[in-house]
């Protein structure tokens, strides 16, 4: 079985930043492709940006510029660095991945609170 572990959610004002990190353990054979989504309350949950295993990312625009995934393939860790955070991007934020262990499966994090307010 997999796990994904997310960690380095938190309080923080606007302007500042915050690295998510999304940890996967157990037997994997190959990581597809890597996302990171968010969910605020009353809303729906969206792709906030991508990761394949080949290093191409994607994200949406409401975070370009702001925001990079990157990836450690070595450690199957997909880190999310968020920088001039506003209070918009505050939300719940899921680790999904496409991945091949025992078998070609999607999974999902528990999540991590991220907060943006003065």
């Known amino acids: 079985q997999v796990q994904l572990v997310e960690s380095g959610g938190g309080l923080v004002q606007p302007g500042e930043s915050l690295r998510l990190s999304c940890a996967a353990s157990?037997?994997?054979?190959?990581?597809?492709?890597t996302g990171w989504y968010r969910q605020a309350p009353g809303k729906q949950r969206e792709l906030v940006a991508s990761?394949?295993?080949?290093?191409?990312?994607t994200y949406a625009d409401s975070v370009k510029g702001r925001f990079t995934i990157s990836g450690n393939n070595t450690k199957n860790t997909v880190y999310l660095q968020m920088n001039s955070l506003k209070p918009e991007d505050t939300a719940v934020y899921y680790c999904?991945?496409?991945?091949?262990?025992?078998?070609?499966?999607?999974?999902w994090g528990q999540g991590t609170q991220v907060t943006v307010s003065a």
């Open positions: 999904n991945a496409d991945l091949l262990g025992l078998h070609k499966t999607i999974y």
């Open positions: 157990g037997i994997i054979l190959r990581i597809y492709v």
């Open positions: 990761i394949t295993g080949g290093g191409i990312t």
